[in-house]
């Protein structure tokens, strides 16, 4: 099967660090998949992120479609890591998805099935900083949604998502593969997730440790190789937050 996307030996260092943060990270990603992009906190799975969305510097080539990247930008959709904002700010939900994208061809219509794709259209016109963090990642979701993405992006999308709607998320995005047949990179922590929607897996820590179906793929020499002896492997960070307003 031929590619979506093609990245070969992808490094980025950022400015004044000692070491690069990610280093020659080369990987496909088959169309209409969902692929999981796992890897302890700090390994360079955002940064991976952002390097393929042309959001920092980066060594190497990444490719859609056999093409120089730079020309799919459009085709992309990314719901980021964390998303602030200043929840004095008056805007509704259709406010915000209108407003921050930066494509002028959004119709109200197109919002509007955006919105009714995520669950979220009985919440059209509420106050964005009224909604709970579930609803808020769905927001983000549809944002992305709505340029009609070959390729969607999301970094650890259930740092958002309510307790227990977690299913619910991953199932609308099992939906949009198959009925839009979108092409899903997804990093995340959630194992049983990887398990259960995705195709394939990519773990990395700051070098690819290693890729494929994740049933093949994830052992428990690999979890040792990738996260040392710790159990729970996992905190939260805070920084390089996308802030509106
Ligand atoms: P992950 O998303 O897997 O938690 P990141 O890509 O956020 O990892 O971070 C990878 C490494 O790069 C970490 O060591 C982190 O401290 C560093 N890093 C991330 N963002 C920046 C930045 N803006 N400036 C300098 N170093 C950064
Ligand atoms: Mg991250």
């Given at each position: 099967m031929k590619s979506i996307l093609q990245i070969e030996n992808i490094s980025v260092r950022y400015p004044?660090?000692?070491?690069?943060?990610?280093?020659s990270i080369t990987f496909e990603l088959q169309p209409k998949t969902i692929t999981a992009l796992i890897g302890p906190n700090g390994s360079g799975k955002s940064t991976l992120i952002k390097a393929i969305l042309g959001l920092i510097p980066y060594q190497g080539k990444i490719s859609m479609y056999g093409k120089p990247i730079e020309k799919s930008y459009r085709d992309i959709g990314y719901v980021p890591q964390r998303f602030s904002f200043d929840t004095t700010f008056p805007i509704t939900v259709e406010e915000f998805i209108s407003l921050t994208n930066?494509?002028?061809?959004?119709?109200p219509d197109r919002i509007q099935e955006v919105l009714e794709q995520v669950h979220m259209l009985s919440k059209k016109n509420a106050a964005l900083s009224q909604l709970s963090g579930g609803q808020l990642q769905r927001v983000l979701l549809a944002r992305a949604l709505v340029r009609k993405p070959k390729l969607l992006i999301l970094d650890e999308p259930e740092a958002g998502v309510d307790v227990g709607g977690e299913q619910t998320f991953y199932n609308l995005l099992e939906k949009m593969v198959e009925e839009h047949a979108m092409t899903v990179l997804i990093a995340t922590h959630e194992l049983d997730i990887v398990y259960r929607f995705a195709e394939n897996v990519i773990c990395i820590n700051r070098v690819l440790v290693c890729s494929g179906p994740p049933k093949k793929t994830l052992n428990q020499q690999m979890f040792t190789t990738l996260?040392?002896?710790?159990?729970?492997f996992y905190g939260h960070h805070h920084d390089n937050d996308e802030r509106i307003t």
């Open positions: 004044r660090a000692v070491e690069s943060a990610i280093e930066t494509h002028k061809d959004i119709s996260y040392g002896h710790e159990l729970q």
